[in-house]
């Protein structure tokens, strides 16, 4: 059974910093795509961010520069590293993978950046 549970988010303010982790069971987590999706309040789910299983990386325009994903394949775990938080961040952000055909996505950890 896929499971995939995030962590790391909370309230920061503008110009501040979180990591969030998404811990991937039920899988062999080093062959897979990871991906980060975020939605925001009245707005559709958005890729954030993905990582190959060799580490390459793909960013939406909106957050290259101030994101970094990474992974951690003997913890089973990927990380968004945030900075240079924006209240335009402000979402629920989700780790996703795709798996025999099909979407898993996690409970999701919600971001709000606010003064």
């Known amino acids: 059974q896929v499971q995939l549970v995030e962590s790391g988010g909370g309230l920061v303010q503008p110009g501040g910093s979180l990591r969030l982790s998404c811990a991937a069971s039920g899988i062999i987590f080093r062959f897979y795509v990871m991906d980060w999706y975020r939605q925001a309040p009245g707005k559709q789910r958005e890729l954030v961010a993905s990582i190959t299983p060799g580490g390459s990386t793909n960013y939406a325009d909106s957050v290259k520069g101030r994101f970094t994903t990474s992974r951690d394949n003997a913890k089973n775990t990927m990380y968004l590293q945030m900075n240079s938080l924006k209240p335009e961040d402000t979402a629920v952000y989700y780790c996703?993978?795709?798996?025999?055909?099909?979407?898993?996505w996690g409970q999701g950890t919600q971001v709000i950046v606010s003064s």
């Open positions: 996703h993978v795709n798996h025999m055909g099909r979407p898993y």
